[in-house]
């Protein structure tokens, strides 16, 4: 099947054996953009993050020529923060990130490269309240992916379930 558009997704879930459970089309909503000093809206939209009852909530952060993504999620419950480093990020980033989580106690939930030398993907289990939230994440976008105060920041929310378009398994 091929994509219903440019403003769509491929999304794929695997078991915890790697094979391929699902896979679909997700539409992408066009995200919020701020020309300068996007890190001051982090706390705003982690504390919207937390306000709402959705079953599914995405919140990411970028660059808006994609560089790097910091992503929250909560899923049935449960909140994950999802690192994706492109592949000419310093490995000492993501040996960072990694201590910083581990320090928290944090789960790893997946760790994979990203095929085509993509980069990597990394999902971790957290817990804590809004304010515990906004420091990690503030920590995780200025001192692992190095964003600064004053560049500019895309930023997606998403708190219902997006557009989704099933794809067969056998294509």
Known sequence: MQR???????VTSQDCEGKITSREWVKITEPDHYDSCGISEVPRYIARFFASTSSFIGLSFFQPEG???ASLCKQDGGLSIILLFGHERDPADEARARKIFEELGATTMHD?????DQGRDIRWRVEGDVDQITLLYRQVLMEILHFTEDEPLDVSFRDQ????????LSE
Not at 4 to 10: A, E, K, R, T
Not at 112 to 116: A, E, F, I, R, S
Not at 161 to 168: F, G, S
């Open 4 to 10: 219903p558009g440019p403003d769509y997704m491929m």
């Open 112 to 116: 994979y490269l990203v095929p085509g």
């Open 67 to 69: 560089r790097d993504l």
């Open 161 to 168: 379930d997006p557009e989704r378009i099933a794809i067969p």
